[in-house]
């Protein structure tokens, strides 16, 4: 998908700037040309030189510079480019380029360009946190043409542990070639549930799972990035910060249930990713229940089957939705996936061996095989974000869009 495109990479002055170099080399490799430009800051961390030799190409680094702009300028590298990326976008940056300043190689040439950008922020939680980067952000997202990846979340370089790393090569890959294949779900509307549920025993305790709602985030990303219109109905999994799609927060298996049933109708696809809890407490107590000792017994009941009842009901429709199921298993896996297929009357299963080193719960990346209605089956491997883009290069050819 890379093969022939140009590609300007701008680089930022933050301690990622040195994996700029692996990104240049990855980008080549798969096919696209690429020019670099600099920042002051970044040259503190990384040389121009070292860009000029994995890029294959002058850097630009100085605009002042006549020598540089008479061969290479900031204008030139802004009309020749199919897409611009900075990496990484630092807190400084990120201000700069939405006040629309224009006062070092990477912004002016960032000014100048038309076509699609792909900012991948990296920095210290603190400074990510920070409301004037928050605002920044929202101003950006807003923005047409201009596309995130990242931050990832993790231990820092300075020691802190939170949003800020620098995402993934696979990733930052992966967002380039969304950029290229920004238009193949316009139009499309997209329905995701992400994340687990939780079903109250009282005020103060609850039975839930520890799905964290990545995959269905990637999912939602992807989709986002390649033009559809997303919702993601999402479990409680604390603060994910801003995004550029709709996302309806809810709690319990009912709320979900309630929030997809309003919208899968009019949907293209839906996606349930969720990890629904499938009991709850058959009573939920209004006051907090005191402990006394010995056993206690919980009577538990079944939650509403998501997926199942949102299939049931477009099921006769005309022109219903694309149905598409996880199946989280740690045994027979593509079996029990298969059964679940059939028995929910979905499109596609992506089954997912959640015992599998890199796979499962929590983690980044996920192995998974997509099992089609029509007994294909496709592997998949990566980061989620990878993963979820394999699944949306099998569903857009479904929808009429490829
Ligand atoms: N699902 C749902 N609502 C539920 C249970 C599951 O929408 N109450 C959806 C999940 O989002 C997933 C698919 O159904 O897309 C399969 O979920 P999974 O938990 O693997 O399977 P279950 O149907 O719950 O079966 P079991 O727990 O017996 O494996």
Do not use: C
Request: hydrophobic share 45%.
């Amino acid at each position: 998908m890379l093969q022939g495109k140009k590609i300007a990479v701008g680089v930022g002055g933050g301690i990622a700037a040195y994996k700029a170099g692996d990104f240049v080399r990855e980008l080549r490799r798969q096919g696209a040309t690429v020019k670099v430009a600099m920042t002051k800051a970044a040259q503190e961390f990384i040389t121009p030189l070292t860009m000029q030799s994995l890029s294959g190409d002058a850097v630009l680094t100085d605009y002042f510079d006549a020598t540089q702009e008479e061969k290479f300028g900031h204008l030139h590298l802004a009309r020749w480019a199919d897409a611009y990326v900075v990496l990484p976008a630092t807190a400084d940056l990120l201000a700069r380029i939405t006040a629309g300043m224009a006062n070092d190689a990477v912004t002016t040439s960032l000014l100048a360009f038309r076509g699609p950008v792909l900012l991948a922020p990296a920095m210290n939680t603190a400074m990510w946190d920070h409301p004037a980067t928050q605002r920044n952000l929202a101003v950006l997202r807003a923005t047409p043409r201009t596309h995130f990846v990242g931050p990832a979340s993790g231990p820092l370089a300075d020691g802190d542990v939170g949003a800020g790393r620098l995402s993934d090569l696979a990733d930052l890959i992966e967002g380039v070639r969304g950029l290229f294949s920004g238009a193949q779900l316009a139009g499309k509307k997209v329905l995701i549930t992400a994340g687990p549920t939780r079903e109250a025993m009282d005020p103060v305790r609850f039975i839930s799972n520890p799905s964290t709602g990545k995959m269905g985030l990637a999912v939602a990303e992807v989709a986002h990035a390649r033009g559809a219109a997303v919702t993601v109905v999402l479990g409680p999994v604390g603060d994910v910060g801003s995004l550029p799609f709709e996302v309806v927060r809810v709690t319990t298996a009912d709320e979900m249930l309630e929030a997809v049933m309003k919208r899968v109708e009019s949907a293209d696809v839906f996606v349930a990713t969720a990890a629904v809890s499938d009991w709850r407490p058959q009573a939920v107590s209004a006051q907090k229940a005191k402990k006394s000792e010995g056993p206690q017994t919980l009577t538990l009941v079944r939650t509403p089957d998501v997926l199942m009842t949102a299939s049931t009901k477009v099921q006769a429709n005309a022109k219903r939705p694309l149905l598409v199921g996880f199946a989280a298993e740690t045994h027979d896996v593509i079996a029990y996936a298969r059964g679940k297929l059939t028995r929910k009357g979905l499109d596609l299963i992506v089954a997912n061996d959640v015992s599998a080193a890199g796979a499962g719960f929590g983690v980044d990346t996920n192995v998974v095989t997509i099992i089609g209605a029509d007994g294909s089956t496709q592997g998949a491997q990566g980061t989620k974000r990878e993963v979820a883009a394999r699944l949306w290069d099998l569903v857009a050819p479904k929808l009429g869009a490829s």
